[in-house]
């Protein structure tokens, strides 16, 4: 497994925008994704991306969210933007060595590693 460690949360008010970071220890992953949880819902997949670069984004969030790496610095990000109230919901970062095809990157069934979350408040 890889400690990871969230950063970023706040809020902000609908249209705005936010990064979050994710910083990994020691360790080999062949995935690293972010996930959300509202109240009272399931976690649910963001964005994640592959060692190589390769992203793949949940629908609700293609075109407002970019999901990015620095393999020199160990760190995952996600920059969001035009953030709505929906989008309010605990954020996790999660990490995996194995091999998915993207649409199965953003399931939460294939990862063994995750950080505690960083809240993200969007007021209307």
């Known amino acids: 497994q890889v400690q990871l460690q969230e950063s970023g949360g706040g809020s902000v008010q609908a249209g705005g925008s936010l990064r979050l970071s994710c910083a990994a220890g020691?360790?080999?992953?062949?995935?690293m994704g972010w996930f959300r949880q509202g109240p009272g819902k399931e976690r649910e997949g963001v964005a994640a991306?592959?060692?190589?670069?390769?992203?793949t984004y949940a629908t609700s969030t293609e075109g407002r969210f970019t999901i990015s790496q620095d393999l020199a610095k160990n760190t995952m990000y996600l920059q969001m933007n035009s953030l709505k109230p929906t989008d309010t919901a605990m954020y996790y970062c999660?990490?995996?060595?194995?091999?998915?095809?993207?649409?199965?990157?953003?399931?939460?069934?294939?990862?063994?590693?995750w950080g505690q979350g960083t809240q993200v408040t969007v007021s209307s």
């Open positions: 020691r360790g080999t992953s062949s995935w």
């Open positions: 991306i592959r060692s190589d670069g390769v992203p």
């Open positions: 999660a990490a995996t060595a194995r091999a998915l095809d993207p649409p199965l990157a953003l399931s939460t069934i294939y990862y063994n590693s």
